[in-house]
């Protein structure tokens, strides 16, 4: 199927998705709607986060933000939210519609141009392209990335990642901006039951990002709603027949696994974060001498 581009303005660009004004993000900024990536676990897939009322494809229609600039540029100028503006929370900000249309570069400049900090969610080594701006900002106020890899195995990132460059692509990125500077982490978002879960698997991992620079690590478990959950068992029963049974078992009608399997998850990934000397979460960055309150969050919709 052919990817459909179109332009759209926005109503809003920071987003506030409703924490506590102490959390470490002002709020969200998506340059495009859509995501191109078409990971099979999306949560974005659920008809609760669905952008698209006409029931467009989330990942065949990207919605270019042309506006995004002057909106963000509409809120910075009144004063500096408290926290970091997260970029690429429900899309991925370096998709391939970015190397041509350039809306995150754009949203970059402006940011770097009120000296704000920043933080970015990416599965994409196109990031490196920005790497000038980013030491700029990195220098002024702070910028991070989170590079989002759930597996290193190969079979599993092909089946639930297909448009997706390779977790050890996305690791030398990692790695080429750690050493300009840039602060970079593993996004472990989500881990799915039984297929990446196992502590060999997840030491694996943590271990070879801590070799090419993350400082931090953060985790979350596979959420599973109605649309999302109707094409991520599908995949299931094509490819992990087995494990139907037992994601039943395991979920029971809720949206999220059983609170016992997701603390036992969790509890091991912070444990081997500790053993690499690996931050958990970004609380960390507060501590840097950069790190300063603006003004309070203005955005409270969210919107994609």
């Given at each position: 199927m052919i990817t459909q581009y179109k332009l759209t303005s926005a109503k809003t660009i920071l987003n506030k998705s409703g924490q506590d004004d102490d959390d470490i993000f002002a709020g969200t900024i998506n340059p495009y709607t859509g995501c191109e990536h078409g990971c099979v676990y999306c949560y974005v897939q659920a008809e609760r986060y669905q952008p698209y009322k006409n029931k467009a494809d989330f990942f065949r229609t990207i919605a270019i933000k042309q506006n995004a600039v002057s909106l963000l540029n509409e809120i910075l100028q009144k004063g500096l939210p408290y926290g970091m503006a997260c970029i690429g929370s429900s899309s991925d900000p370096y998709q391939p519609a970015e190397e041509k249309h350039k809306i995150t570069r754009s949203l970059l400049e402006t940011i770097n141009k009120y000296g704000y900090p920043v933080h970015i969610f990416t599965k994409s080594s196109l990031v490196l392209r920005d790497?000038?701006?980013l030491?700029?900002?990195s220098k002024k106020s702070g910028a991070a990335v989170s590079f989002s890899?759930?597996?290193?195995?190969?079979?599993?990132?092909?089946?639930?990642?297909?448009?997706?460059?390779?977790?050890?692509?996305?690791?030398?990125?990692?790695?080429?901006?750690?050493?300009?500077?840039?602060?970079?982490?593993?996004?472990?978002?989500?881990?799915?039951?039984?297929?990446?879960?196992?502590?060999?698997?997840?030491?694996?991992?943590?271990?070879?990002?801590?070799?090419?620079?993350?400082?931090?690590?953060?985790?979350g478990?596979?959420?599973l709603r109605d649309k999302q959950h109707e094409k991520y068992r599908s995949v299931l029963l094509k490819d992990?027949?087995?494990?139907?049974?037992?994601?039943?078992a395991l979920y029971k009608g809720r949206h999220s696994p059983a609170p016992a399997y997701a603390h036992r998850v969790h509890e091991t990934i912070f444990k081997l974060a500790n053993k690499y000397s690996i931050n958990y979460g970004l609380e960390f960055v507060k501590k840097s001498g950069k790190w300063g309150k603006g003004l309070t969050p203005i955005q409270k919709e969210f919107e994609f």
């Open positions: 790497l000038d701006i030491k700029e900002i890899i759930i597996t290193l195995d190969p079979r599993t990132h092909v089946i639930f990642e297909p448009g997706s460059i390779s977790p050890q692509e996305r690791l030398k990125a990692m790695k080429e901006l750690s050493k300009n500077g840039i602060t970079c982490g593993l996004s472990l978002m989500p881990v799915l039951p039984y297929i990446t879960d196992d502590e060999k698997q997840l030491e694996a991992l943590i271990k070879a990002a801590g070799e090419h620079g993350a400082q931090y690590v953060w985790s478990c596979l959420t992990f027949p087995g494990l139907v049974s037992r994601y039943a």
